[in-house]
């Protein structure tokens, strides 16, 4: 499956915290930062890897594991709210080249819920994408109305890479669905995937406006 809900109870009780509007910023982003290293463990599960034989120091020979393609990983980070995640995923991924996207979306305050929202990318550094060889990461702590996230896929979809993931924190069902509709073959990994969004395109229940409990 594409989706993979990583809703075990540590990540739920991270959660939990960020959802609580009594959590100040610094707590916050450490919490992001916690959320980035576990998921980027999840994923490094998912990666390809070869069977390998070791000698150990008693002179045993002895099968194991090398992820081969944990040196093939390009993080995306959509700025600003990804930061603290992408931090975290980095854990996981020392050796991973970065790319940052600047992203804002045009907030709406309508009478119904929104299904798409214009975008506006104003910084956009990615490093060469080597297809079919390079595991792509984008990283944003928020899928709402994945308007922003289907603008990021378009750039990234065109250089061909190996694997395509997106890390979150809260989906939205209606996001989620429109990402993995469009992309079948993208991995969404998430920590949970909320019911509804409002007039103005956020996740209920959410957690608020994720760079803004962030930085401020």
């Given at each position: 499956m594409p989706l993979y809900v990583i809703d075990k109870p540590l990540t739920l009780h991270i959660l939990t915290q960020l959802r609580d509007k009594n959590t100040d910023q610094i707590n916050f982003r450490k919490n992001l930062v916690r959320l980035g290293r576990i998921l980027g463990y999840e994923i490094a599960n998912t990666l390809d890897y070869e069977i390998v034989?070791?000698?150990?120091?008693?002179?045993a020979r002895t099968k194991g594991i090398?992820?081969?393609?944990?040196?093939n990983i390009v993080i995306i980070n959509i700025l600003r709210?990804?930061?603290p995640l992408v931090e975290g995923l980095l854990k996981a991924f020392p050796k991973a080249r970065q790319g940052v996207i600047g992203a804002s979306r045009v907030e709406v305050d309508g009478k119904e819920v929104p299904k798409d929202m214009d975008v506006y990318i104003y910084y956009?550094?990615?490093?060469?994408?080597?297809?079919?060889v390079d595991n792509v990461i984008i990283a944003d702590p928020m899928i709402a109305t994945a308007s922003t996230m289907l603008k990021v896929l378009e750039e990234v979809v065109r250089a061909n890479p190996k694997?395509?993931?997106?890390?979150?924190?809260?989906s939205s069902e209606y996001?989620?669905?429109k990402i993995l509709s469009k992309y079948p073959f993208i991995?969404?990994?998430?920590v949970t995937i909320d019911p509804e969004l409002n007039n103005k395109g956020y996740i209920l229940p959410g957690l608020g406006d994720?760079?803004?409990?962030?930085f401020g």
């Open positions: 034989e070791v000698e150990t120091p008693l002179g090398d992820i081969t393609d944990l040196n709210a990804a930061v956009k550094k990615i490093p060469d994408i080597r297809a079919k694997k395509i993931y997106i890390v979150s924190i809260i996001g989620a669905n991995y969404l990994f998430t994720a760079g803004d409990r962030a």
